[in-house]
């Protein structure tokens, strides 16, 4: 018998618990890694919208703590078109409306200065042309839901749109995305000549100091006005930074709770058997060997819950994404990096928690754990 075979020994001697234990231990793992996944899913979705229009900078009201309930004067875009260094400015305005089929969908409206329209990729149907207010463009994921195609209608806030044009998008909040003409927007939530904010582009955005140096220019200009690059968008949307809050806090006290599931399983595996561990420690054993083979007896049951976890986590996340009302605004980025961190992190709350019952075992005289029961 040695310092692996003991604990293998131990944990096969009481399967049902051990098994137990690692079902717990992988619930927080699978807790962890899907609320964790979907977090960096959102930012890396809204970074991907960014990088599809092709935005640098996004102008939004300072101290807003929600771009989409905040409302700005539509006429800025002209005073921001006017600054040295800005190629150009769209007007954008957003809300998340609930179809006549009972799911959820984003209605992006863009304003037709700009080109940015030009850059939408069309893959069937066409864009709405200038002046045409009763048309709407979807994404590829939504149009599949819906069964949308161009020609068809689509109902909006009791207002009808013509569907011209289905576009494929890298973002998944975009692919489930409704992408209107500004005005038709505006007039569908009674906001003429207001939007939510800007999306700017300026020359050399390749250069990382001519961007910091514009944004700084442009704060300076315009005083009222926050401006974000587009790369860090994501930590300025209160939905994200709720979303992310809540996966670490949620993660934080799962892990707490495996640690507490390990140091219960191994305090009374270590106290039903202090009349074996004397006899360990009378034949010979060193303190570091039996304390090492109870830490040992630790990680080989976190691990076995990290199996769990993995496929539990990964399973979550699949129905998560699949599920009708909200799923389409779902992809999570659970990368192999994020898998090794979390396997890495569960090993690590399993080791923890047999240090205090290994430390105790080694604690005590030979012949006071002979005679323990």
């Given at each position: 018998?040695?310092?692996?075979?003991?604990?293998?020994?131990?944990?096969?001697?009481?399967?049902?618990?051990?098994?137990?234990?690692?079902?717990?231990?992988?619930?927080?793992?699978?807790?962890?890694?899907?609320?964790?996944?979907?977090?960096?899913?959102?930012?890396?979705?809204?970074?991907?919208?960014?990088?599809?229009?092709?935005?640098?900078?996004?102008?939004?009201?300072?101290?807003?703590?929600?771009?989409?309930?905040?409302?700005?004067?539509?006429?800025?875009?002209?005073?921001?078109?006017?600054?040295?260094?800005?190629?150009?400015?769209?007007?954008?305005?957003?809300?998340?409306?609930?179809?006549?089929?009972?799911?959820?969908?984003?209605?992006?409206?863009?304003?037709?200065?700009?080109?940015f329209w030009?850059?939408?990729?069309?893959?069937?149907?066409?864009?709405?042309?200038?002046?045409?207010?009763?048309?709407?463009?979807?994404?590829?994921?939504?149009?599949?839901?819906?069964?949308?195609?161009?020609?068809?209608?689509?109902?909006?806030?009791?207002?009808?749109?013509?569907?011209?044009?289905?576009?494929?998008?890298?973002?998944?909040?975009?692919?489930?995305?409704?992408?209107?003409?500004?005005?038709?927007?505006?007039?569908?939530?009674?906001?003429?000549?207001?939007?939510?904010?800007?999306?700017?582009?300026?020359?050399?955005?390749?250069?990382?100091?001519?961007?910091?140096?514009?944004?700084?220019?442009?704060?300076?200009?315009?005083?009222?006005?926050?401006?974000?690059?587009?790369?860090?968008?994501?930590?300025?949307?209160?939905?994200?930074?709720?979303?992310?809050?809540?996966?670490?806090?949620?993660?934080?006290?799962?892990?707490?709770?495996?640690?507490?599931?390990?140091?219960?399983?191994?305090?009374?595996?270590?106290?039903?058997?202090?009349?074996?561990?004397?006899?360990?420690?009378?034949?010979?054993w060193k303190?570091?060997?039996?304390?090492?083979?109870?830490?040992?007896?630790?990680?080989?049951?976190?691990?076995?819950?990290?199996?769990?976890?993995?496929?539990?986590?990964?399973?979550?996340?699949?129905?998560?994404?699949h599920h009708?009302?909200?799923?389409?605004?779902?992809?999570?980025?659970?990368?192999?990096?994020?898998?090794?961190?979390?396997?890495?992190?569960?090993?690590?709350?399993?080791?923890?928690?047999?240090?205090?019952?290994?430390?105790?075992?080694?604690?005590?005289?030979?012949?006071?754990?002979?005679?323990?029961?």
């Open positions: 018998m040695n310092a692996i075979t003991y604990p293998l020994r131990n944990l096969g001697n009481h399967r049902l618990r051990s098994a137990l234990t690692a079902v717990g231990i992988g619930a927080a793992m699978a807790s962890l890694l899907a609320l964790v996944g979907l977090s960096r899913g959102v930012d890396s979705a809204v970074a991907l919208s960014m990088q599809d229009r092709g935005t640098d900078i996004v102008a939004i009201k300072k101290g807003s703590v929600e771009i989409l309930t905040t409302v700005l004067d539509e006429r800025l875009a002209g005073q921001l078109r006017a600054q040295p260094g800005v190629t150009n400015v769209m007007s954008s305005m957003g809300d998340v409306v609930n179809l006549d089929t009972g799911q959820m969908a984003y209605v992006a409206a863009w304003s037709e200065e700009g080109g030009t850059t939408l990729p069309i893959t069937q149907g066409k864009r709405p042309g200038p002046g045409d207010y009763a048309s709407a463009v979807l994404g590829q994921t939504l149009a599949e839901t819906l069964g949308k195609r161009p020609g068809d209608r689509i109902e909006l806030e009791g207002q009808s749109f013509l569907v011209s044009g289905i576009s494929k998008q890298a973002s998944v909040i975009d692919d489930r995305s409704i992408i209107l003409p500004l005005l038709s927007l505006q007039r569908l939530l009674g906001r003429e000549g207001k939007v939510s904010g800007f999306h700017i582009r300026i020359d050399h955005p390749e250069k990382p100091a001519r961007l910091a140096e514009m944004r700084d220019r442009l704060a300076a200009a315009f005083p009222e006005l926050a401006f974000v690059e587009a790369g860090e968008m994501a930590t300025h949307t209160a939905l994200t930074n709720l979303l992310r809050a809540m996966a670490w806090a949620s993660s934080t006290i799962a892990l707490v709770m495996a640690f507490v599931i390990v140091l219960n399983t191994l305090l009374m595996a270590v106290t039903e058997r202090t009349r074996e561990i004397g006899l360990l420690s009378a034949i010979g303190p570091s060997r039996i304390l090492a083979t109870i830490v040992l007896e630790g990680v080989m049951v976190a691990a076995a819950g990290a199996v769990v976890g993995v496929a539990a986590g990964l399973l979550s996340l699949q129905l998560m994404i009708p009302a909200v799923g389409g605004f779902l992809q999570p980025d659970v990368t192999p990096v994020l898998l090794l961190q979390s396997v890495v992190l569960v090993l690590v709350v399993g080791a923890l928690g047999g240090l205090y019952p290994a430390w105790r075992a080694t604690h005590m005289r030979p012949m006071e754990l002979l005679r323990g029961e």
